[in-house]
């Protein structure tokens, strides 16, 4: 099958679409725990680990073989449902042979590994057909075509664990469910959800999702595809114009429909040339004549694989004469860009289907490499056994660059060779729908020169011309390979900045542009200054669709050259009140540090019994002089959506550690100040070193810090959090739940973690007395505590009442307004009258 080249990515390697997100998982971890584990990350399949090697892969078909009607199901461990060996496939293997090798191997989930046969990722068959680069084909063949099976149907009442085994007996991998007003649908990615759910329906009816998404049988398969991207679903059902489903049309399905197409067109040329040549048997003198003339280059290599004959356009094409080719494999002409496998399959094929068809990279005597069409035919003898192989080529060299120059007319800028606003618009249609469905985001930026127009009407367009050239590079030096840089017209330049984590990602490049443009151009013995204002909108923040966040990032463009050029602006912030606060506070935060705008605050925390002082909680405080007080509600997630919550979590644990030093030079009494722990940082392997390293340096012990997390902290990475937990329970420090009650409460596993304190949150305090429920609630959690060992700490305490029914339930220490609201760290002191050091 021909390949467009640089128009269609078939050739491009996988290591371009792979999805690096790859999720992992241990052989004893539970079903239920692998398939919430995908649905909260949107993927399809879990690598099985055991000691850091991949053992087996799990995906949602292999949800399918699950008894849905054992509830023990969903503790059964993933070892005893994975697929093993894992297939796995090099990140150098072109797209089109991953098509291949999906057919090949029947499976729908490869894992791709590098030189050093690391995994780094997984690619699926709904990536290849994303990257098959078949427009044509997919635009000239309808879904009518391509189904093969009438949909397999289930009644709404047929139980669940019956609609399961026609799930796995379908093809499709999923089941349309009849109701009396339509039609829904069940998949294997719903069976998946239902284990992460820990929970089954009873009947199809209750499992199915509604409506079905649904085609026409006369749409072509272009649409289908384009349709099953935008709706982000797997599956779309068929109807006829009756409005009958008649089938099922899945991502699935439209490559097989590619692989058969292939096949199709490998046996059209080869009978073709099978005919010929069996003709051509009838008469062998007219046969020799036309062999000779052929302007395709002819091989005729006996059983063995060796050359018998060649015809001149053979010597004329790879510049070996018939001597020199006579009694040699066609090996003679490996170009070394094909591994050995890709011989093996040829020949495997060859002696299995007597034919084989393919476009194959060859060498000329004088080491050039080149591209042929090569047709090879296995000849039989009167006993059915190959006694001859006869291969047809011809030169594709001059078609392939007629089509790369095809190509550059159509999608590229012909002066820059940067991607024109045609492909551009492609590109961003395509990154749209990818982020919608994956819940990600993308940028774009306008980039216009300052004054270019003025450079083109004194200097001349020769000039400008190279002006744009050079820009056009600099552009590119500043972005990343996955990033797209066109041209739109004059002066104007735009890129698309796929799948970001976030904005700052985008305001780097922006300042290495800016940065880039400020540096002179010298064209045509002329030092030039041509700065560029830059306007850059994000989806799907600024915008949910194509048109409006070009028009955002345009309008952000033009309020940079408002402004006084050579800068850039984000639109949100620059636009609504909102994101001018957030912009403010993000801009603050990075300096907060340096500026010293942070301070400590300290709540005490008193024995329930009598009140008395044994530690405090450091809260944080930030007033920053052009915005004021911001609260910690307000700043602390921007903090962590920037990536500065590491950093401010730094300080304040120096900074208590230096409070901690201070009271005890003071001869102060022994205080526990507690210090809350962001996710990132408790799931940080070198954190336990920091707490170490901050107690030596002011020589403190570990039993007068206390780490306080949320529940939430062990959802990502449990085992690290673990770990850390009992580094620092080895050094000393104590460790309290946070909020209790209010997030993931795994009690299973609390019970492994050397937890101190349980901290009951402030909202059930406040409406003790007004709720019954909130008052079990806290009995509860208190005798919980008791029974695992552990101290319990009530928040917002606010009166007497309240103090003695924690007391008289059991709690061991409160703390809130009742004893005092959080002070500054001189305020504490005062307000306690902590004894001053006594003189000798």
Not at 394 to 410: F, G, P, S, V, Y
Not at 465 to 483: F, M, N, Q, S, V
């Amino acid at each position: 099958m021909e390949m467009k080249s640089e128009m269609n990515p078939i050739n491009n390697p996988i290591s371009t679409i792979v999805n690096h997100n790859l999720l992992t998982c241990r052989p004893d971890d539970t079903v239920a725990h692998c398939a919430h584990t995908m649905q909260a990350h949107g993927c399809s399949s879990i690598l099985v680990e055991e000691n850091g090697m991949p053992i087996g892969i799990w995906t949602e078909k292999d949800s399918l073989r699950m008894d849905v009607s054992n509830l023990a199901i969903f503790d059964r461990p993933v070892r005893e449902f994975m697929n093993f060996p894992v297939k796995s496939i090099r990140e150098d293997v072109t797209i089109g042979a991953a098509a291949v090798r999906f057919k090949e191997e029947k499976v729908r989930h490869l894992l791709v590994i590098n030189d050093d046969n690391t995994p780094i990722g997984i690619i699926t068959q709904t990536d290849v057909i994303l990257k098959h680069g078949e427009e044509y084909y997919l635009t000239v063949k309808t879904v009518e075509q391509t189904i093969t099976q009438t949909a397999p149907m289930a009644h709404e009442s047929l139980s669940l664990h019956d609609t399961l085994k026609i799930i796995s007996n379908s093809p499709q991998a999923a089941v349309c469910v009849q109701f009396e007003d339509g039609y829904g649908i069940i998949t294997e990615k719903d069976v998946t959800r239902f284990l992460s759910q820990r929970q089954f329906p009873q009947t199809a009816g209750e499992a199915a999702s509604r409506p079905l998404k649904t085609i026409s049988k006369d749409a072509n398969l272009l649409e289908t595809r384009n349709q099953l991207v935008k709706t982000g679903f797997r599956h779309l059902g068929v109807h006829n114009h009756n409005g009958d489903i008649i089938g099922l049309i899945s991502f699935s399905g439209i490559l097989s429909s590619l692989q058969f197409e292939y096949v199709r067109r490998i046996n059209t040329i080869l009978e073709e040339r099978s005919q010929a040549l069996r003709t051509s048997q009838n008469n062998l003198h007219l046969a020799h004549k036309i062999i000779e003339a052929s302007l395709d280059g002819i091989i005729i290599a006996d059983a063995e694989g060796k050359i018998a004959y060649v015809n001149p356009t053979f010597t004329h094409v790879t510049g070996y004469s018939a001597e020199e080719a006579i009694g040699h494999t066609p090996a003679l002409l490996k170009s070394g860009r094909h591994e050995k496998g890709y011989y093996q399959k040829m020949w495997e094929q060859l002696k299995k289907d007597g034919y084989w068809q393919g476009e194959i990279w060859n060498r000329r005597k004088n080491g050039e490499v080149y591209p042929e069409w090569l047709t090879i035919t296995a000849i039989k003898n009167d006993a059915g056994d190959i006694f001859q192989y006869a291969g047809i080529f011809c030169d594709i060299t001059e078609r392939k660059n007629q089509e790369k120059q095809i190509q550059r007319l159509a999608y590229f800028d012909e002066l820059t060779k940067l991607p024109n606003r045609r492909l551009f618009s492609d590109r961003l249609n395509m990154a749209v729908e990818r982020a919608k469905r994956h819940d990600s985001k993308l940028s774009i930026m306008f980039v216009d020169l300052d004054h270019f127009k003025k450079i083109n009407d004194t200097l001349g367009h020769n000039t400008g011309d190279a002006i744009l050239e050079e820009a056009a590079e600099r552009l590119k030096k500043c972005t990343r390979g996955e990033d797209t840089v066109a041209r739109m017209g004059g002066d104007e330049f735009i890129l698309l900045f796929p799948e970001i984590d976030s904005v700052d990602e985008v305001i780097k490049v922006a300042q290495r542009i800016i940065d880039a443009f400020s540096k002179p151009f010298t064209v045509q013995e002329h030092t030039l200054f041509v700065t560029a204002s830059l306007g850059m909108s994000v989806f799907p923040e600024d915008g949910e669709d194509v048109e409006t966040i070009i028009k955002h990032a345009d309008a952000a463009m033009y309020r940079s050259k408002a402004e006084g050029r050579s800068t850039f602006n984000l639109f949100n912030p620059s636009f609504t009140e909102q994101g001018m606060r957030q912009l403010q506070i993000e801009t603050a935060l990075r300096s907060a540090i340096a500026k010293n705008e942070f301070e400590l605050y300290y709540q005490p925390q008193a024995k329930a019994p009598n009140g008395n002082i044994i530690a405090a909680e450091a809260l944080l405080r930030w007033h920053n002089d052009e915005i004021g007080k911001i609260g910690p509600a307000e700043f602390i997630p921007i903090a962590e959506e920037i990536g500065l919550i590491s950093e401010i979590g730094t300080w304040v644990l120096e900074t208590v550690c230096k409070q901690l030093k201070e009271w005890r030079d003071k001869d102060y009494p022994a205080m526990t100040i507690g210090v809350n722990i962001a996710p990132e940082q408790i799931t940080n392997h070198h954190f336990p070193k920091l707490v170490q390293d901050l107690l030596d340096q002011y020589e403190l012990n570990g039993s007068c810090l206390e780490i306080e997390i949320t529940e939430g902290s062990f959802i990502d990475n449990p085992e690290q959090v673990k770990s850390n937990l009992h580094a620092l329970k080895q050094i000393g420090v104590r460790i309290a739940i946070d909020d209790f009650g209010t997030g993931y409460s795994n009690l299973s596993y609390l019970r492994r973690l050397p937890v101190d304190h349980l901290k009951i949150d402030q909202s059930f305090i406040h409406g003790m007395f007004n709720d019954e429920g909130n008052r079990q609630l806290i009995k509860t959690i208190l005798s919980m505590s008791e029974n695992l060992g552990m101290q319990s700490i009530a928040e917002g305490v606010e009166s007497q009442p309240q103090a003695e029914f924690l007391s008289e339930g059991g709690c061991s220490i409160i703390q809130g307004y009742f004893l005092s609201k959080p002070k500054p760290a001189d305020e504490f002191e005062k307000h306690f009258q902590i004894p001053t050091k006594q003189k000798e």
